[in-house]
């Protein structure tokens, strides 16, 4: 005879179980790559500090250490996303228009760059284990839609000139990219960052729309 077939409160309870695994697995791999990099973290560790038994529980939920680095990747993106956006905690008012909110956003990113997570995850290890190739699809995943987006609206606006937002996207993309590139690895971070700030805020200034003074 077969065994009977796990009625749907043990379906959720397994699923609820998988889930928080694989969520424990993230959350020690993020944490361990951030404090020693992905090339001096093995998996042996990443499941002892996870406390899900083997690295059975690892390969069940993620083909290999890199996969799993790509989960550890994309949940730093969403969470830089996610604290990027205002909200009404925050100190000062978020801009109205969209061109202050682009030009919040990508500076905000610099500042981001200086953070132990962004720095070894996004700018460092992010390029040299999931390849330039990949890495930059991912960055274009996570930020070029929102950066076409503002472009259209400040266009619509009128704060910018009406131009092909989509070139613009990938220029502004490839610009903070290299900009926090060269924050992440240079030997003073907090004046490569000032540097970088001032730069990439000259290169927006040089977009908006001069009005003519009456």
């Known amino acids: 005879m077969s065994s009977p ?5 043990a379906l959720y309870a397994r699923a609820e179980k998988a889930e ?18 992905y090339f ?17 529980a690892l390969y069940h939920h993620f083909a290999d250490k890199r996969a799993l680095f790509r989960a550890v990747f994309e949940r730093v993106e ?9 909200d009404a905690a925050r100190a000062t008012p978020a801009p109205k228009d969209a061109y202050g909110r682009l030009r919040e956003g990508l500076l905000g990113f ?8 962004v ?6 290890d992010g390029p040299a284990v999931l390849g330039w190739q990949e890495w930059r699809e991912l960055e ?8 076409q987006g503002l472009l259209d609206l400040a266009v619509a606006e009128k704060t910018l000139s009406p131009q092909p937002t989509s070139v613009l996207a990938h220029v502004l993309l490839a610009a903070i990219d290299e900009a926090a590139l060269y924050i992440a690895n240079a030997e003073d971070p ?10 990439v805020d000259r290169l927006l200034g040089g977009l908006v729309v001069k009005r003519a003074r009456r």
């Open 190 to 199: 907090i004046a490569a960052r000032d540097e970088s700030v001032l730069t």
């Open 40 to 56: 001096e973290t093995g998996t042996e560790e990443i499941v002892a500090a996870a406390g899900v038994g083997t690295r059975g």
């Open 5 to 9: 077939k796990p009625g749907p409160s």
């Open 78 to 86: 969403t969470d830089l996303v996610t604290t990027a956006t205002p």
């Open 110 to 117: 610099l500042d981001a760059s200086l953070t132990p997570e």
């Open 119 to 124: 720095q070894r995850i996004l700018l460092i």
């Open 20 to 37: 928080a695994t694989r969520e424990a697995i993230i959350v020690a791999a993020r944490r361990l790559f951030v404090e020693k990099g």
């Open 140 to 147: 274009e995943q996570y930020g070029l839609g929102s950066i």
